[in-house]
């Protein structure tokens, strides 16, 4: 386990794909989806959060902790993930943040690893995990992330950026590569919560 890293579960989306619902609450193989994306998390660091906009009290239930957070009140409602990523380089403990989509169930046992050495052998601001699928393909919400880039998130924020990747390109990154695509694969409609075997 890595105290250096604090690990941030981004569950504050609207659940378009699946009809509004709140997509980590949602049951996948006997249990919520967040569920297993907490659990891979909680193996690797010592300190995880949730960034959850809705069903507080559920979220807190499944991380057995009161480390769920809302986005911060300054950052405008529904602003997607960059502005979860924000909340958690605000509230998380340590040096980096390992941001984790609450709707990818099959992350590898050895995630954060192989981020963190990477991150560290070069210098970097951001690790970003790739597969090849059709070409290199990075998973951009699934990023550890230095807390050094904050100011620069912050700034890039408010002048209305939204994009994880692009943000992520304007900062000192690599991609980090991972051998099976579908452990970054993402639960985001009901048909793959049910779906796949």
């Known amino acids: ?72 009140p300054d950052l405008p409602s529904d602003s997607g993930p960059l502005a979860g990523i924000l909340t958690g380089l605000r509230h998380a403990p340590g040096d980096w943040l390992m941001v984790c989509p609450c709707d990818s169930p099959h992350l590898p046992n050895d995630l954060v690893a192989q981020l963190l050495t990477q991150a560290r052998s070069q210098d970097l601001d951001v690790a970003t995990p790739s597969t090849q699928h059709d070409g290199d393909r990075p998973h951009w919400v699934c990023s550890l992330f230095h807390k050094r880039v904050y100011p620069k998130l912050h700034e890039q924020f408010v002048k209305g950026e939204r994009k994880v990747g692009r943000f992520i390109q304007s900062t000192r990154w690599a991609a980090v590569s991972f051998d099976d695509p579908s452990a970054f694969a993402n639960m985001n409609t009901l048909e793959s919560l049910h779906g796949r075997v």
Request: hydrophobic content about 40%; aromatic content about 8%; charged content about 20%.
């Open 1 to 72: 386990m890595s105290m250096s890293v604090s690990g941030w579960l981004l569950a504050g989306g609207q659940g378009q794909r699946m009809g509004g619902l709140d997509k980590g609450l949602q049951n996948y193989r006997g249990q919520a989806l967040a569920s297993w994306v907490m659990q891979t998390l909680q193996a690797q660091v010592e300190w995880v959060g949730v960034s959850a906009n809705r069903h507080l009290d559920e979220y807190k239930d499944l991380s057995g902790s009161d480390r769920v957070f809302r986005d911060d």
